[in-house]
Nanobody, 116 residues
């Protein structure tokens, strides 16, 4: 399984970005998909997760600003990020957990930099 993330970049505070993560296999086989992020000097943390059935969970820090969605027909999960803040600066990693597995698959990450 390969997960290819894209959409990162440099944006000013208050701006928006949309991250995409395309899977090399059908996402029907994934129980959960989502995004984690890791800022310099920090541990990787959950941003948002969406289940096969469409249930979503968000980190408190992004609720109301970020929206996760999943298009199984395109084998893609998205993260729409609005009202970005400098503290959102991090490498964002795509995540996918197959049914019956305990170890997830990870993408290589895409860098998001928010300037003040």
């Amino acid at each position: 399984v390969q997960l290819q993330a894209s959409g990162g970049g440099l944006v000013q505070a208050g701006g928006s970005l949309r991250l995409s993560c395309v899977s090399s296999v059908s996402t029907d086989g994934f129980k959960d998909m989502g995004w984690y992020r890791q800022a310099p000097g920090n541990q990787r943390e959950l941003v948002a997760i969406i289940s096969r059935g469409g249930n979503m969970n968000y980190a408190d820090s992004v609720k109301g600003r970020f929206t996760i969605s999943r298009d199984n027909a395109k084998n893609t999960v998205y993260l729409q990020m609005n009202s970005l803040k400098p503290e959102d600066t991090a490498v964002y990693y795509c995540y996918a957990l197959r049914w019956g597995r305990s170890t997830p698959n990870w993408g290589k990450g895409t860098l998001v930099t928010v300037s003040s």
